[in-house]
T-cell receptor
Framework: RKEVEQDPGPFNVPEGATVAFNCTYS??????FFWYRQDCRKEPKLLMS???SGNEDGRFTAQLNRASQYISLLIRDSKLSDSATYLC??????????FGAGTRLFVKA | NAGVTQTPKFQVLKTGQSMTLQCAQD?????MSWYRQDPGMGLRLIHY???????DQGEVPNGYNVSRSTTEDFPLRLLSAAPSQTSVYFC????????????FGNGTRLTVT
């Protein structure tokens, strides 16, 4: 079983749609959680950290459920520019940062 | 501010050749790491370093060597390239905190024929 698992997609949604991505992790001792965005043939870039109480950054909302070892990312009012691959990232401590394989999103006009 | 700089951007090697992928950061971050990214596999950790003179293995270290003589530089060496090492390689740097994100270089696309 992979340490961090994501639905690879792709998710094809129209502009303005709401889309949600899920991620599960296997190590219950994981300490910190992030969502990164990766555009085609580019390096990953931090989208947002994920906090236990849930957090929001504009159209993006991230949630963490430690009991179920589950992370989610919700994108509201999708834009064409949101088309990318979204990587779920878990830090298990000891500088071990594990990346999920990513979920591809295509937003269409 | 350059952040994390990787060179070269592209490289083609023949099986058995050796080469070094360069990574430099100007953020004075203690932590640096190398990942490879393959289709459907996500990023996999090759080696990492928590400071000058300290390195450790990640998930897929075989076939790669690293050293960290300075805070700024963290080169990745392929001693005898194999086709299985065809991949995109990313170097990353961060501060020593599990709550802090990583900053990535632009990547090196390596093809081994």
């Amino acid at each position: 079983r992979k340490e961090v698992e994501q639905d690879p997609g792709p998710f094809n949604v129209p502009e303005g749609a709401t889309v949600a991505f899920n991620c599960t992790y296997s190590n219950s001792a994981s300490q910190s959680f992030f969502w990164y965005r990766q555009d085609c043939r580019k390096e990953p870039k931090l989208l947002m950290s994920v906090y236990s109480s849930g957090n929001e950054d504009g159209r993006f909302t991230a949630q963490l459920n430690r009991a179920s070892q589950y992370i989610s990312l919700l994108i509201r009012d999708s834009k064409l520019s949101d088309s990318a691959t979204y990587l779920c990232v878990v830090n298990t401590g000891g500088f071990k940062t594990i990346f999920g394989a990513g979920t591809r999103l295509f937003v269409k006009a | 501010n350059a952040g994390v700089t990787q060179t070269p951007k592209f490289q083609v090697l023949k099986t058995g050749q050796s080469m070094t992928l360069q990574c430099a950061q100007d953020m004075n971050h203690e932590y640096m790491s190398w990942y490879r990214q393959d289709p459907g596999m996500g990023l996999r950790l090759i080696h990492y370093s928590v400071g000058a003179g300290i390195t450790d293995q990640g998930e897929v270290p075989n076939g790669y060597n690293v050293s960290r003589s300075t805070t700024e530089d963290f080169p990745l060496r392929l001693l005898s390239a194999a086709p299985s090492q065809t991949s995109v390689y990313f170097c990353a740097a961060g501060i020593q905190s599990s709550n802090s994100p990583l900053h990535f270089g632009n990547g090196t696309r390596l093809t081994v024929t």
